[in-house]
């Protein structure tokens, strides 16, 4: 690689000012019990950037974190998610609104990145929440907008009534077995920046023959050469945790550099949709 990566790198996000840190945390069934204190691990570990979603229920307690931990809020990275429609323009952007308050109540409270979660709602929910979140961003409580399991006949869907496009970001499963090559592509080609969610495959793969080849190669869990991985192939990935060592050595990823022949080894692995444990995007 022609630079060396670094756990403070960002990545420019289109036509905004903002940029988004290259690793993220991720707090999927991270129960509100146990959130804060995870998210303080992953601060503590050098994380700067938090992914949460309406879907998690854990939006306060990831903003409950942040003031804890006595960073400052403009030196963290927040993103959240609507999944479901409000059932009107208006009624979509006071759900959205109402997450930003969860996160970050103060008076010029803001998320740094509002994602719709899915796609599956249908054309006009799909519509409907992408102008809240265009109403969100107009007003600065959101800094970017973005989607998340959508494919390319859904972005380009989207030319039909966004004044915000590309969107600046899609959220899609990426790992060895599901590299979405046709989605990931298409991002790369209009600036979109692509997440990885999934990154770690849930553990499911620990045990694969190539992986383990690669890590033992290097010294490292395998989790860590699959975070690496997605640094690699320019994606942001977002590990998720709750046990404290993992955390750390999740974001413990850059003192190594996979070369070209362990890239290639792991991209040999590649399942397409079958490979997904969540969903592939469908690009039609």
Known sequence: ???????????????????????????YQSPPSQCVQSCLNALKSGY????TAQFYANEAEVGKAVRDSGIKRSDVFLTTKILSAGGSMQKSYEKCLASVEKIDSGKDGYVDLFLIHSP???????????????????????????????????????????????????????????QQKTIDQYC?????????????VRNYKASDPTLVEIS???????????????????????????NPERIAQNADVYGFELAEEDMSKLDSLDQGASGALVEAVQNN
């Open 216 to 242: 033992k190669k290097h010294g490292k869990t395998t989790a860590q050469v699959l975070v690496r991985y997605c640094l690699q192939k320019n994606w942001v990935p977002l590990p998720k945790s709750d």
């Open 120 to 178: 599956h709602s249908g054309k006009e929910k799909r519509k409907e929440m992408w102008l809240a979140l265009e109403k969100l961003y107009e007003e600065g409580k959101a800094k970017s907008i973005g989607v998340s399991n959508y494919g390319v006949g859904h972005i380009e869907e989207m030319k039909g009534y966004a004044k915000v496009w590309p969107p600046q970001v899609n959220q899609i499963e990426l790992h060895p077995w599901c």
């Open 1 to 27: 690689m022609s630079r060396k990566l670094a756990i403070t790198d960002l990545l420019p996000l289109p036509n905004c000012s903002t940029k988004i840190p290259r690793l993220g945390f991720g707090v």
């Open 188 to 200: 790369q080609k209009h600036g979109i920046v692509v997440e990885a969610y999934c990154p770690l």
């Open 48 to 51: 700067r950037h938090i992914d």
